[in-house]
């Protein structure tokens, strides 16, 4: 339990110093300025999925195809990372693949209430990261985006980029 809440803690502070040294002067960031910090959180997950996948799969048989790759990411390595299994999984059996998780362990910290929709995606782009990582080195180049309706159930949508 106290490993999840230091994660947590580490989580919210990195969200908060890169969003801290991409600010200019202004006192409101503008698009150009969200998109850096988006994308420097996401690299930073990129490496982090990376790193845990090659540990996760050390001593697993390979995967037959896709579908069992993203199966193994809504399972175990979901479990590993944020506790619990993904509540949800879809696909349209084209390379696209919707994770539902319907209480996001990286948005329970956050209120409720629908002045934090608008604060969600910051809190979401390491753990896109992370997940697009995690397929980047199991052989799948993919496009990760997430979006909340309601806090804290979050929707990961997953696009296999076919060669």
Not at 119 to 142: E, H, I, T
Request: proline residues 2%.
């Amino acid at each position: 339990m106290a490993d999840e809440a230091l994660f947590e803690f580490l989580h919210m502070e990195i969200v908060a110093h890169v969003y801290k040294e991409h600010r200019s002067s202004k006192a409101e960031m503008d698009s150009k300025e969200r998109a850096a910090c988006i994308s420097a959180l996401e690299g930073m997950g990129f490496r982090v999925g990376q790193g845990l996948i090659e540990r996760l799969t050390r001593d697993s048989p390979s995967f037959k195809d896709e579908l069992d790759i993203m199966k193994f990411i809504c399972k175990d390595f979901w479990t590993k990372i944020f506790r619990r299994q993904i509540d949800n999984l879809r696909t349209n059996h084209q390379g696209t693949y919707v994770l539902q998780d319907n209480k996001f362990s990286m948005l329970t910290q956050l209120s409720g209430g629908k002045q934090y929709l608008e604060q969600a995606p910051k809190y979401l782009a390491f753990s896109c990261g992370v997940v697009r990582g995690a397929l980047s080195n199991l052989g799948l180049d993919s496009v990760v985006t997430a979006e909340v309706s309601v806090m804290p159930s979050c929707k990961f949508q997953v696009v296999i980029q076919k060669l």
